[in-house]
């Protein structure tokens, strides 16, 4: 097992735009590996602010979730309260003002819990994961199209969470799972 | 809290091809909402066919993962074997082929552990995540530009996994936690 090992890159041999909508830019990468291989991977380019995550604590067992429309699957997807990270923000203060736009509370309270990615053979794209606590009612407003429904759950209760058919996201699953290990929380038998 | 609520789902009143590549397509969607507010988003269409995970245990405690060169982050990330399922395929046949493609290891004993999503208001990507057990050598050709490095790591030391700075992938910390609840490993302290 080697945990440290720094692999030698391959070397970006070309780069080219080939495809732009109004939110994506596709580009095609030529690259070159140490071994000689060469490859031609496509990658998306998206706001390059990052985003953020917040799983909100009402109380010490109580989440809040939200139930969203969700253009990619055409359904409504649970799952936690997220967004970018607009330019001159920092991750802390996107994830106070996403809580408010979506759910209404703020929170004196914030934990860093983690940094994950996304798909990275073809996104840069990191999202910072906070835990809110000691929340306050503060509605700030956001460009939603319809109120959202903000759902609560019990912690305690993850198992049925996670067996929701509409509560699939692999970051809100991360990040309960996460949750729960941080805390500590004793499997639901 | 309504675990069950059915909410009406707006309505698609255009849909357009905005950019293309070689791999991907951008659709913009116009929506209206049941509330009659109207809004234009855009989806990324992918092959369609879904994907796979594994999460293949050479023994009870014992995991293994790839370290890979990931184009949309210029570096080499850490993760469990992964992909796209193949016309006629199915998801498990999928999750045997890759695992002796990336790992050169086939598998006898399999176990389906969740289905995820990636990013639903973008994209309609499900991944089938798979427990991979009994497992003996045996390589297939794939199509990496190199020798994948395959990484051991001890399930019961999964805190430090979830420590590297090279393992954020949410989808493979997923799997990770899902694998330590479904196994009801204890905590690590």
Redesign the interface.
């Known amino acids: ?3 440290s ?1 720094h ?1 030698q ?2 070397e ?1 041999v070309a780069c080219k735009e ?7 830019a ?1 580009e ?2 030529d ?1 070159k ?3 000689g ?3 031609c ?4 380019k998206g706001s390059g602010q990052g985003a953020v995550m917040v799983v909100p604590l009402l109380d010490a067992d109580t989440l809040l979730l939200i ?11 649970l799952g936690f309260p997220k967004g970018l990270v607009d330019p001159g923000e920092q991750p802390q203060q996107a994830a106070n003002r996403e809580l408010q736009e979506e759910v209404g509370f703020g929170a004196h309270g914030w934990t860093h819990l ?12 990191k ?1 910072d994961i906070f835990i809110a606590k000691d929340l306050f009612a503060s509605v700030l407003e956001g460009d939603e ?2 109120p959202l ?1 903000v ?3 019990p912690l305690s209760d993850y ?1 049925s969470l ?1 067996a ?1 058919t509409d509560f ?4 809100s ?2 990040a309960l ?2 949750l ?2 941080f805390l ?1 929380v004793p ?1 639901d ?1």
């Open positions: 097992m080697d945990k090992k692999k890159l391959p970006i080939v495809a732009r909508s109004r939110l994506v596709v095609q990468v690259l590996f140490s071994n291989a060469e490859r991977f496509e990658k998306i139930r969203e429309y969700c253009a990619g699957t055409h359904n409504y997807q983690h940094q994950v990615c996304m798909a990275p053979a073809f996104f840069n794209a999202m199209p319809e429904e759902v609560q759950w198992k996670l929701q699939t996201e692999a970051r699953i991360a799972l996460l729960k290990d500590e499997d038998k």
